[in-house]
């Protein structure tokens, strides 16, 4: 485990510090999930998901999609709807 110490800007933002950066393999425009966690700041790496990931979980959902003759007009009209009753 590496510790380092940072300090904050005038703007909040944090420097990662160099050495867990390289530990971590963060690179410049990596993405991080930042939440709250009592009086903690917890930081994860966000990885890209595995190539066809998306499509292989997405599948299932194309296929009752298809079976149920869904359009993209009706997409469309199911969104309109639902903004038109949170207005």
């Keep these: 485990?590496?510790?380092?110490?940072?300090?904050?800007?005038?703007?909040g933002q944090l420097v990662i510090?160099?050495?867990i950066r390289q530990e971590l393999?963060?690179?410049k425009g990596q993405l991080m999930l930042v939440y709250a966690a009592g009086?903690?700041?917890v930081m994860k790496k966000v990885e890209a998901p595995e190539p066809g990931?998306?499509?292989m979980l997405a599948e299932?959902?194309?296929a009752r999609v298809k079976e149920?003759?869904?359009t993209r007009k009706d997409v469309e009209r199911a969104i309109t709807e639902i903004r038109r009753r949170k207005e």
Excluded: C, E, N
């Excluded at 485990?1 to 703007?11: D, E, N, P, Q, R």
């Design 60 to 62: 299932p959902i194309r």
């Design 68 to 70: 149920r003759k869904i």
């Design 25 to 27: 393999g963060i690179k």
């Design 1 to 11: 485990m590496t510790l380092a110490i940072a300090k904050t800007s005038v703007k």
């Design 39 to 41: 009086d903690r700041i």
């Design 53 to 55: 990931l998306f499509s």
């Design 17 to 19: 510090p160099q050495k």
